[in-house]
């Protein structure tokens, strides 16, 4: 179903459609393809970083996060955009990362209602074990399968996906 009627004026004088939009096949595919390698790719990296290194692909964003910050250290809730986790799963993951000596917790000087989070140097050696078995599968599953025109491409589309997600939606008008 292709979905092209004009959308019809419903109770209140609201737009509403006829009926739904439904995908074409091709924009299905495109649609399926994506939500496979949205569920695929991260249980695969999630497999190979816990086989090789024990950590989930989580942690290892947090490691990482806090290794390209300056001084190696965040704010939790910075962390938490950077990982695109919630505090409460970011505090957890910290928490087990903390216990094994690769990040600690402490108030923030300037303002004692956050707290940041800095990778210790055992964490910075962890990560820099870590990372180029991470590449390595990286590169197997998504850049070698791409030529360099597809990978553009790839960048070119996540970008204006994630502009899409980024952009916040229109205030709603009051009933």
């Known amino acids: 179903m292709d979905g092209g009627r004009e959308p019809a004026a419903g109770a209140g004088g609201r737009v ?8 074409r096949d091709s924009e299905r595919t495109a649609w399926r393809g994506l939500i496979n390698v949205m569920t695929r ?14 950590l ?3 942690e290892y964003s947090v490691l990482v996060g806090l290794s390209e910050a300056p001084n190696r250290t965040l704010a939790m809730a910075r962390l938490a955009e950077f990982t695109c986790g919630s505090l409460s799963r970011l505090s957890h ?9 690769w990040v600690r917790r402490f108030p923030c000087a300037a303002d004692g209602r956050v707290t940041n989070a800095i990778l ?8 820099a074990a870590t990372a180029p078995g991470h590449v390595e ?9 791409l030529s360099r025109e597809q990978l553009n491409q790839l960048t070119a589309i ?5 502009d899409r997600l980024d952009t916040p939606p229109p205030p709603t008008r009051p009933c």
Do not use: I, M
């Open 16 to 23: 509403t459609p006829a009926e739904p939009r439904w995908l």
């Open 41 to 54: 790719l991260p249980a695969a990296l999630d497999a190979q970083l816990r086989r090789d290194a024990g």
């Open 56 to 58: 989930s692909h989580f």
């Open 93 to 101: 993951a910290v928490k087990r990362l903390e216990d094994k000596g």
């Open 120 to 127: 210790t140097d055992l964490g910075f050696e962890k990560l």
């Open 137 to 145: 599968t990286v590169r197997d599953l998504v850049v070698e399968a």
């Open 158 to 162: 996540c970008g204006q996906v994630l």
